[in-house]
Structure formats: structure tokens, C-alpha cells
């Protein structure tokens, strides 16, 4: 995916938890500004791991039936998940390079 994909709570398990290639999920609202923030970073992450890394966007106020399950308190929250388990966790802003490094241990 050249951008991140907005899926919903129905559509969670088949393109996170089954997918063949890891995924970095954002959990986000359209009123919080900390996910405004983060969104350029995360859009130009998915066109440079093009291929290799899916970044899948949640929106929490529509759809937060997953983001109960797994805890989600404060947004964003990018979940780093490979082959159906979450492996890193990030609450709020953080520099691309960090989230990129993250995503490197992914594909590790």
C-alpha cells in the first residue's frame, strides 16, 4: 500500500491478524491532534515500505471494539503486529526515525 488503509472493526482480523506482512496499526480519532500529527509521518512510512510493511488505520470512534481489546488508553497508538502478535507498542507522538526503527525489527 503506497498510503495506510482505513479498515474498520469487521475487517480487523483478515487484514492485521492474517496478514502475511507485518502491520503497524494506528489507532486514531478525527478530533485528536496528536494523530493529525503523526499521520504525514505514518503516510510517507507507507509509501517508503511500500511492499513490506502495511500501516492500517483505525479510527477509535467509529470503530473501537479492537482498541478495547487490546487496551488502547490514549491515542494515537501504533501497535507493531507480525504474523497475528503484537510485538511494539508506541502511545503518542514519537520521531519517524523511531517508528521507522520499529518497523525495521519487523521485518527482522
Not at 21 to 42: E, H, N, R, S, Y
Not at 72 to 82: A, M
Request: glycine residues 6%.
Amino acid at each position: 500500500m503506497k498510503t495506510p488503509i482505513h479498515i474498520n472493526d469487521i475487517e480487523f482480523e483478515n487484514t492485521v491478524l492474517k496478514s502475511t506482512t507485518p502491520v503497524v496499526v494506528d489507532f486514531w480519532a478525527p478530533w485528536c491532534g496528536l494523530c493529525k500529527m503523526i499521520a504525514p509521518v505514518l503516510e510517507k512510512l507507507a509509501a517508503e515500505y511500500d511492499g513490506k510493511v502495511t500501516i492500517a488505520k483505525v479510527n477509535t470512534d467509529e470503530n473501537p471494539e479492537w482498541a478495547m481489546k487490546y487496551g488502547v488508553q490514549g491515542i494515537p497508538t501504533l501497535l507493531f503486529i507480525n504474523q497475528g502478535q503484537i510485538k511494539k507498542r508506541i502511545v503518542g507522538v514519537v520521531p519517524a526515525l523511531t517508528i521507522k526503527a520499529k518497523m525495521d525489527g519487523l521485518l527482522k
